[in-house]
């Protein structure tokens, strides 16, 4: 149970944490996002990450994300894995990377599996081995220990705990983890956009590795890199059979400020961006959308806004919507009530989408 700092409504669909209600959000974001900084604030300090991208005018700037930090001396940015020492970037580059990685049979839970080769067997034979799931195989799962964002609950919130850690890998070792049985790589995190340079790196040595073989490149993110590296990541997605696979937290951007921290103009731009590389492959589909459905603030509004700014690009991009369990600084809410996803699909597919589906439907309330 939750007080609104701003109306004092106080209901069980409003984040202790947070402190805001949506209503408010809404229609009060200034004030409402002053409280939200705080609640992020919070999140940020208890894992010694700066509490907002730096903007030093004297400091290293980095332009690998939405929040182009400008990093000062001894300072570290927003993402917490690249430092100002003497003037020049240290930490994570394009030959060293903080991430973990495991084997996930297929198929697997991804965001895409019901519309993936692992998953479908779909772009057979090309992209897949199989003409249905890629049974026996597996996905080389690759989990980065930085994010660009600040998701109050987020689900994977524990790749803080080694964002600090010094150890680092080069590409090279993670692309041999890539045997016969490997038909794809997914990076997620944290979220690749952070350690991008890295991410493509990795990709192009283990597709060189497994020249002649199957080997999907695929991503979940947040959407939030630089232009440049989202071409670089839809081409060789493009190429393997892989996909991109964005999470649309909110369409109102207070609502996405107040539940990440940070805008979601650049994660819309970029999805508008890579739409348009659509035509080059239909089948499998390269871009996969999802929302997870937060109660309390991510309701039918803001799937309909995305639904239909989804539909305007193509009608045919599958859209998820994943119920939600609580966590990180939202674990006080309750579980996605299963009558807001019926609601929220059903919004989804009035607004023009042909493939729409409700992920974890066990977490439903």
Known sequence: MGTCRICNATSAFIGRELGVCLPCIRENPRDSLSVARDAHARSRAAFGLPDRPPDDPEGVPCALCVNECRIPENGFGYCGVRQNLGGRLEGVSSGRGKFSWYHDPLPSNCVADWVCPGGTGEGYPQFARCPGPEEGCKNLAVFFHACTFDCLYCQNWQYRLKTSDPATSTPESLAAHVDRWTTCICYFGGDPAAQLPFALEASRAATSRARGRILRICWETNGSMSERLLDEMVEISLSTGGCVKFDLKAWDEALHVALTGITNRRTLANFARAAKELHRRPVPPLLVASTLLVPG???????????????????QIPYSLLGFHPHFYLSDLPRTPAALARKCLETARDAGLSRVKIGNVHLLG
Do not use: H, K, M, T
């Not at 603030?297 to 009608?315: C, K, N």
């Open 297 to 315: 603030y991510v309701d039918e509004r803001e799937v309909g806004g995305i639904a239909s700014f989804l539909a305007s690009l193509d009608p």
